[in-house]
């Protein structure tokens, strides 16, 4: 499974857009990407999962480029509820039907007013 | 429809008392996780059912652990004896097990305090 590197802790601003990088440099031909949010006292919960160049849901975007070694998750306009801890994940959920999830530390997101 | 359920949320035991923790998962979900947190690190993957089958228990501690899944639907994990490092926030997650985005969805934790 690819190792993933994310920042510790990002600061912002309620009413800004959030960009969280992460870096996956062994990334496979297999793997995905997969974001996850976890607030406190709760469980990670899914947010956006994609393969390659640009992804987007209700909630996020996930941008992929080309070599796909790093990957951005896009929060547009934060707000004091999107303050939670941001899990990249890199695995295979294409050839395999179901696999453990590793997960790393972690991006800390703390939103101000 | 329902999410994936745990109980107890907390637990505070006395060292080498035993504690079993319940799993349910989201109903038709055949794939169903176990994950525990202990203070300060990272979520740890324990093991893997496909229904009432381990399929993997490679990161399950030692045998003080005993995770069950009788007929393919709930799950427990018990602890015996329990031990002052199995402290922590045991999760669970179920899946469908579909290849190519297999989404899994977690439960909301069992805080376990051994004192």
């Known amino acids: 499974l690819a190792k993933t590197t994310q920042p510790i802790s990002m600061d912002s601003y309620e009413g800004q857009e959030v960009n969280i990088t992460c870096s996956h440099n062994n990334i496979a031909t297999n793997d995905y990407i997969t974001w996850y949010q976890q607030f406190p006292s709760q469980g990670p919960r899914f947010i956006i999962q994609g393969y390659k160049t640009k992804v987007t849901n209700e909630v996020a975007s996930l941008f992929i480029p080309a070599d796909r070694k790093s990957s951005t998750l896009s929060l547009p306009r934060v707000s004091l509820s999107d303050t939670a801890v941001y899990y990249c994940?890199?695995?295979?959920?294409?050839?395999?039907?179901?696999?453990?999830?590793?997960f790393g530390s972690g991006t800390r997101l703390s939103i101000r007013p | 429809e329902a999410g994936v359920t745990q109980f107890p949320s907390h637990s505070v035991i006395e060292k080498g008392q035993t504690v079993t923790l319940r799993c349910d998962p989201i109903s038709g979900h055949d794939n169903l996780y176990w994950y525990r947190r202990v203070m300060g690190k990272e979520i740890k993957f324990l093991l893997h059912f496909v229904k009432e089958s381990k399929q993997d228990e490679s990161g399950m501690p030692n045998n003080r652990f005993l995770a069950e899944r009788t007929g393919g639907t709930y799950s427990t994990l018990k602890v015996q004896p329990a031990e002052l490092e199995d402290s922590g926030v045991y999760f669970c997650a179920s899946s469908q097990g579909l290849a190519g985005t297999d989404t899994q969805y977690f439960g909301p934790g069992t805080r376990l305090t051994v004192l």
């Open positions: 994940l890199v695995g295979d959920t294409f050839y395999s039907s179901a696999s453990k999830i590793i």
